[in-house]
């Protein structure tokens, strides 16, 4: 959860419209729930893994953004990219 935390953190700083909070789904994990500046774009919940002995974000289908380590660098990619290279 503190990875997500720092997620939160670096997309608020980074500003553009878009909001994060950290939820529980039901009895899922906890997970950061990215809302977009854009209203087509539903929400997105970034999760935590870990793959190889590394923790990683994750978008809700389970592809890894980049490495836990990097909040700045993948809160950048959730900006730069909110479609996911479907736009």
Known sequence: MVHLEDLRRCLEQLG???GA????????????RV?????ARPPEDIG???EE???????????????????E???R?????PWRGQA
């Open 16 to 18: 553009g419209g878009f």
């Open 21 to 32: 909070s950290l939820v529980r789904a039901w009895d899922g994990p906890v997970v950061l």
């Open 35 to 39: 809302t977009y500046p854009y209203p």
């Open 48 to 50: 935590c893994v870990l």
């Open 53 to 71: 002995g590394e923790w990683w974000f994750a978008w809700s289908d389970g592809r890894t953004i980049g490495p836990a380590d990097d909040p």
């Open 73 to 75: 660098g993948v809160a």
């Open 77 to 81: 990619v959730i900006i730069r990219d």
